[in-house]
């Protein structure tokens, strides 16, 4: 496995790095994708993205659900508030330099509801839309 820079883990231990921890998930090849620009994006060093499979990382957030991170993106910030879905892409966007370019959209009439719909449904298909013939298997079905 190839050193990331923004990690900090044994298999037995993951370290928090960063201000907030985004948590996507590593099968899905999208998300993967999504996680490399939200580095490129973030200048500040302030986001610590990890796949939810990276060993400890579920342990270092016990209060969520781990049906949580299958369904969603969950996003830790400072005091351990937590985002997920449309919601943590919305606070994304508020903390990324260039997230104030397209963030402002949340702030109109029904985006913010478009967007969770829009979210709930990407998640429950994101498998078909563009993973790859490994991902029609459901991961962590044998967990």
Not at 15 to 42: A, E, F, N, P
Not at 108 to 113: N, S
Request: with cysteine; net charge positive; charged share 25%.
């Amino acid at each position: 496995m190839a050193e990331n820079p923004d990690i900090s883990a044994t298999p037995e231990h993951f370290q928090l790095t960063r201000s907030y921890t985004v948590i996507y998930d590593g099968h899905c090849r999208i998300c993967t994708r999504i996680s490399v620009l939200l580095k490129k994006w973030d200048r500040r060093d302030e986001i610590q993205v990890v796949p939810s499979q990276l060993p400890g990382v579920r342990a270092a957030f016990p209060s969520i659900p781990a049906a949580d991170y299958d369904e969603s993106l969950q996003m830790i910030g400072p005091g351990m508030k937590r985002w997920q879905g449309a919601t943590a892409i919305e606070e994304l966007l508020t903390i990324l330099p260039r997230g104030i370019l397209i963030g402002w959209i949340f702030g109109l009439p029904w985006v913010r509801t478009l967007a969770d719909r829009f979210y709930r449904w990407f998640a429950r298909n994101r498998y078909k839309l563009g993973c790859g013939d490994h991902c029609t298997v459901r991961p962590h079905a044998d967990s």
